[in-house]
Nanobody
Framework: QVQLVESGGGLVQAGGSLRLSCAGS??????VGWFRQAPGKEREFVAA????????YYADTLKGRFTISRDNTKKTVYLQMNDLKPEDTAVYLC????????????????WGQGAQVTVSS
């Protein structure tokens, strides 16, 4: 069983920044992804980082504004979000990868409870 806890969400004005954290005692052994889900929309892939090499993957539309990183010594994965826009408003969830496709939510078996990010215009 993998338990994940997100933190760092909140309310920010457009153009601002936030950094989300995802902590888990066994997180350093997993590839970890960030997803987001806005009301009435499907869960959307944001970014992922592999456990062994730290290779990163991003949704094309978010590349350049969002950065995923990990600190295995702290068992934590981060999502730095810059130049935030109102359309980035969503619940952001981290998840541990157990499947075959980093971009597909179905490939992640363990999920955190989510962190609300609200961007005001």
């Amino acid at each position: 069983q993998v338990q994940l806890v997100e933190s760092g969400g909140g309310l920010v004005q457009a153009g601002g920044s936030l950094r989300l954290s995802c902590a888990g005692s066994t997180l350093y052994t997993y590839t970890v992804g960030w997803f987001r889900q806005a009301p009435g929309k499907e869960r959307e892939f944001v970014a992922a980082t592999t456990w062994h090499s730290g290779t990163t993957y991003y949704a094309d539309t978010l590349k350049g504004r969002f950065t995923i990183s990990r600190d295995n010594t702290k068992k934590t994965v981060y999502l730095q979000m810059n130049d935030l826009k109102p359309e980035d408003t969503a619940v952001y969830l981290c998840a541990a990868f157990t499947g075959s496709n980093y971009f597909d939510a179905k490939s992640y078996a363990y999920w955190g409870q989510g962190a609300q990010v609200t961007v005001s215009s």
